[in-house]
């Protein structure tokens, strides 16, 4: 069974910076996507960011030249990265692990952008 433990959400200032974590257990994290979805209070929920077992990354456009993820095998940890955040970029952050079968998702992390 996988679990997938989302940290590091908080309230920040328009032009901050947060980092988001994803603690995976299980063996199979090296092996499968990570991703980050968000979903906006009254919007539909949408990917931001994918990183695949090789290091291949890919982002929304809305996030692209803001936003980075990144995965440390070794410690079964997803990262993303968030630099110049813009108040629509207040959501829950949930964080994936997809294999061949199915999609596990945390439980999700809240950021706030405000002033």
């Known amino acids: 069974q996988v679990q997938l433990v989302e940290s590091g959400g908080g309230l920040v200032q328009p032009g901050g910076s947060l980092r988001l974590s994803c603690a995976a257990s299980?063996?199979?994290?090296?092996?499968?996507?990570m991703g980050w979805y968000r979903q906006a209070p009254g919007k539909e929920r949408e990917l931001v960011a994918t990183?695949?077992?090789?290091?291949?990354?890919n982002c929304a456009d809305s996030v692209k030249g803001r936003f980075s993820i990144s995965r440390d095998n070794a410690k079964n940890t997803v990262y993303l990265q968030m630099n110049s955040l813009k108040p629509e970029d207040t959501a829950v952050y949930y964080c994936?692990?997809?294999?061949?079968?199915?999609?596990?998702w945390g439980q999700g992390t809240q950021v706030a952008v405000s002033s």
């Open positions: 994936t692990l997809r294999t061949v079968l199915r999609t596990y």
């Open positions: 299980g063996s199979i994290f090296s092996i499968s996507t």
């Open positions: 990183i695949t077992p090789g290091g291949s990354t």
